[in-house]
Each structure stands twice: as C-alpha cells, then as structure tokens.
C-alpha cells in the first residue's frame, strides 16, 4: 500500500521522489527504504500514524494497521490475533474496500483473476503457470504479481502465494476511468467467451423492461445484493477448480429525452 502511494505521488508529479515521501510519513529516507524492502518492520502505533497522514479510509486504515501487526509484531500471540482479524475482515464484508487511487494501479483485468487463480485447487505458484492459466503474457503476470504482493494482496509464503485479499471492490457511484478501463475490459472478455467458450461453461441472458426512472435506485441496491450473494457462496466454497466472472449490467436503452 505504500508502494502504491509512492507510485500515485510520482505520477502525479514527476518531481516527487522517496526523500519526499518519507518527510512526508514523517520518517529518514533510509528507514523508509529499510521499510519498502521488508529489511525493518513498523509498530502498529507508526502504522497508524501512517495511514492517517495517507488519507486511508477508516475500514483501509484499521485493515492496514492489521497487516502491518500481523507481520510485525514483537509477539507471537499479537501476530496470530492480527492475522485472525484480517481474515476475519474479509470474511465478515465479502469484500474488501480498496480507494480509487490504489485500483488505478490494479485496473488491468487480470489482477483480480490472480488473487482468485491462487485459491484454486491445482494451482501452482509459478510465473509461466500463472501467464498460460489466464493466457497473459508471461511480464505482465510477473509484474502484476509484484504489484499484488507489494499492496499486501498477495504474500510469498515458502514458496507458496497465499491470497490476503480475496475479494476487492471499489467505492460505488464515483466517476473513474480506471474502473471504467477494468469494466470494458470485462465486456470485452465477455464477448470473447459467448464465441469461444461452450455454451455448458457459460451463461449468457438479457432482460429488457420498463419500470420508473424513481426505480433505479432500488434495482441498483437488488443488483449489489446478488453480488454480495454470489461473493458470499464463492467465498464459502472449499474446493475451487476454476476462476468465472460475473459480469451484470443495468443501463438504459432509451434515448435521454425519452420519459422526460
């Protein structure tokens, strides 16, 4: 995450660089660069002090302190507790809650795939396993595997990658191209599955209605519900075999002046 800070800061001005960054968290630019190489840890009570000067949300703020404890706390038990909790945070929302600063830096289709490929039996933790899976090339798949592991999304754990983030999910209702990217990249994905795939390994349905625009709000909430549904049974799932997506939209087909 804070990789993914520093990235953002950079790209917004070119100018910005590490020394910058740690004046800012209020730490030397060598203890931060200790801390970006995983060579010194931080204390929950700096981890705090960190995400408030980032300007993480408050469920991202308590998730990124857990992290950090659950990584670097002096005692075994504080450790397991922390780790419990981050499970815990996951399980209890169906899903995590990244800002949209973070998911530009993911918004390419195949990171999420990657954190949910890593929960299926059979998988392997290899880059040239990981590209040929999801049928990527092999730089992307190793990039976006070190992006996923350096956001604390993914960890390598004795030659293994474990999946601390299984489920994401950005702020709703917010004006973004990157989520707009990562959902034209999904149509696109869809469309190349309603030829490519048998029909048995895919489901593909429309519904055209009319109703009252004072509707969509509670067509939006039902539509977020069934997502939560689906989330809520994949995440309950123990022996996972292949990765889907769910792709639903609502949009109007009529012309905007239409019912005006």
């Excluded at 034209?184 to 109703?211: C, G, N, T, Y």
């Excluded at 519900?225 to 809520?232: T, W």
Aim: overall charge positive; some cysteine; charged content about 30%.
């Amino acid at each position: 995450m804070l990789h993914a800070e520093l990235e953002r800061r950079t790209r917004h001005n070119s100018n910005y660089s590490m020394r910058a960054f740690a004046r800012d968290l209020g730490l030397t630019s060598s203890r931060l660069s200790e801390i970006l190489s995983k060579k010194q840890g931080l204390s929950r009570k700096v981890a705090e002090r960190i995400a408030e000067t980032i300007g993480l949300p408050p469920g991202e703020r308590t998730f990124f302190c857990d992290l950090v404890e659950a990584q670097h706390a002096r005692s075994k038990a504080k450790r397991d507790m922390a780790r419990k909790r981050c499970r815990r945070h996951s399980r209890d929302n169906a899903r995590r809650l990244i800002g949209l600063d973070v998911f530009e830096t993911i918004s390419q289709w195949y990171h999420m795939a990657i954190l949910e490929l890593v929960t299926i039996d059979g998988f392997v933790a290899d880059i040239d396993w990981i590209a040929d899976a999801l049928e990527i090339d092999r730089q992307m798949a190793a990039a976006a595997v070190d992006r996923l592991v350096r956001l604390n999304m993914l960890e390598w754990n004795n030659g293994f990658l474990v999946c601390l983030a299984p489920i994401t999910s950005t702020p709703m209702d917010i004006p973004s191209a990157a989520i707009k990217s990562f959902h034209a990249q999904m149509l696109e994905k869809a469309k190349h599955a309603l030829f490519a795939r048998p029909i048995l390994e895919r489901d593909a349905a429309s519904v055209i209605f009319s109703i009252k625009k004072t509707q969509l709000p509670e067509l939006k909430e039902l539509n977020l519900q069934f997502r939560r549904k689906i989330a809520q049974l994949a995440d309950a799932t123990p022996d996972r075999t292949s990765v889907y997506c769910l792709t639903s939209h609502l949009f109007e087909l009529t012309a905007p002046e239409v019912g005006r």
